[in-house]
Structures are given as C-alpha cells and as structure tokens.
C-alpha cells in the first residue's frame, strides 16, 4: 500500500500548509502517513509483543504489570525504523496504542473499583470515544534495525498496534503542581 | 452526522467482541464512534481555544506555554459532555490533541535545538507519523454542562482538535525509574 501513495499530492499538501522547509539532513518518507491513513486517519506503526494473550489476561493497569516483572516488546514496521534513531537504553518513554479491542460508546463507565460511575474522561478505561492508550515505560533494549523494544512493562494485549513513540521529558510531562 | 448513526451494528460489534456487559449506571451513547470515525479512524470531541493563533506563534513546549502565563480553554462538543464527570479543578490531566497542521511524513527530524538530526520517536516534535500531541496540564475551573475547560497553558494553535482527556496518575505516569 505504502508503494501505491504518490508523491505528488504529498508535497502539494505540505505547500498549502508552507510547511515545505527540510533542513540539512532530514529524510522525508517516499509517502505520505497523512495519505496512506486518510484524514485524522491513523497508521499502525507497529504491534506490542506482550504476556497477556487477550484483555482478560490483562494486568488492570501498568503499575500491576509491572509488578508482574515480565517485559514486554515493541516491534516496530520496517518504513518506521529510521524514525528510532536517538533512542537508547534506559530512557522512558511515552507509548501510544491503538486499543483495538475497546468499544467507544460509554460515555459514563463504572469501574469496580469506585463507587459510583464517573465520565469516561475522568478514568483511565480503554474503552473511550478514540481508544488510545498511554503507557510510560523504561527501554530496557533496542535493536533499531530489527525493529525491536524491549520495554519493562505493558499491560495491553499481546498484538496491540503501536501508534507513537515519544521520549519522556521531566520538565514537560509532570504536572505543573501538586496531583495524585 | 451522529443522528444518522444506527445503533443495530454498534450492539452486533459489542456483541462479536463479547463486550456487551453494561453495570448499573452505565450509559452508552445512542451512536458508536466506532463506526463514524471507521475503523482506526478518530472523531474529534472538541477544539482548544489558545492564546496562540497559529503555528509560528506558538510557543516551543507546554513549559514555555506555561512560563507565559496564559491559560486556555478545552471546548468539548455537546455528545462527549456527560464524559466529564468526575473531573475536578485542580486536578491534573493529559490532553491528547490532533496537530491537525503537521506533515506525517518526515522520519528524521533536526530540530534547533539539537546539533545532529533525530529519529521522529526521539523526539517531541507534532511532525509524526500520528500527530497526536500530549500536553500535561491542570485544571483550573470546569464548566461541564458547557463543556468548557479552563487549563494552566497549552502550546498548540488556537483550534486544534482535541482527541481525549484522561486523569494524570502518578502510580501510572511517572517512569519506574529517574529519567530526565
């Protein structure tokens, strides 16, 4: 599919926006994620290799599944690799999935853990109206040309698509006062 | 375009991922966002009204946002409302966001600030195969019936669609171990 998206259409979009500026040593894909996926469409970039074969086997939150003490690992697709260039060993991260398990229609939900049922934007549930889930995790290992993370923790299921990575930064992803 | 959605296919996709489980309290909307936004397609639930009018004035990250002392608004649309309780004034959140404005497809990156260019995933720029940004803020007043938000900053462009809201939790959102 990535071989079918021309180029074209790319560099015109990214005229329109005057965002055609490339500075020494970027590297532009041969395609465009923004064509290939559509329009706040979203593109796998990978699966997550975890313990958990399906939801129910899943820890209810990172915190359990790291007390499992079972690492977990990112396989990210081939077009992505060279976008891992920077990140090494040691390093938390921020890990964007795509939970596709996850219906997205309740909008109150009542977990078993509190009282009274509370707005999906108040929990952390999967299940939520764009089911994206938000893992910070430690690299324990990477091997940038295979593709492959190895990560202390995640408690999605085994197959779970990727669809970000980011680097964890003290000074921009606490929070700026005092919260639980 | 949420009217025209039928719920028959919403409660058949519960029902084949065997999901249907609903506990007292529980409601679900009457559409399934599954099916309007497609299959790994998002649907967006609000905008973010900033002090920033495009991207060229935008401020570098959520600390310099936060350093200029100008708060902003989440503005959730009419459906997802009822979603926001339980969300309090001074707690914190993340916000994840649909950088709307950003080509997709730039692998390597080299930002200013760094001397050699970079991965996409080493780094926090909205260029990325997914754009979705983060931004860890605090709620400074809420308006649920409007669906209106008052956050400390944000460091995205007046308009940027907002993709969700979930509580910042310190057990799950710091990393298990010092980073920076």
């Known amino acids: 599919v990535y071989a079918l998206a021309g180029g074209g259409s790319s560099a015109a979009r990214a005229e329109a926006m005057h965002d055609t500026k490339m500075r020494p040593g970027e590297v532009a894909l041969a395609f465009d994620p923004a064509e ?15 313990p958990w074969p399906d939801r129910d086997s899943c820890p209810k939150n990172i915190r359990q599944a790291r007390e499992a003490g079972r690492p977990a690992t990112l396989l990210i697709d081939p077009p992505w690799r060279p976008g891992l260039e920077g990140l090494e060993a040691g390093q938390a991260i921020v890990v964007l999935l795509w939970m596709h398990q996850a219906r ?42 295979a593709g492959s993370i190895v990560v202390d923790a995640l408690d999605c299921a085994d197959g779970t698509p990727i669809l970000d990575i980011k680097p964890w930064i003290a000074s921009v992803d606490l929070p700026p006062s005092p919260a639980s």
Chains 1, 2 share one sequence.
């Open 104 to 145: 997205r229609d309740l909008i109150l939900q009542a977990p078993r853990h509190r009282e009274t049922p509370a707005g999906v934007f108040a929990l952390r549930s999967p299940v939520r109206p764009n089911p994206i889930g938000l893992a910070v995790v430690t690299i324990l290992e990477i091997d940038r040309e």
């Open 36 to 50: 290939t996926a559509g329009d706040a469409r979203l593109v796998f970039i990978g699966r997550a290799e975890t």
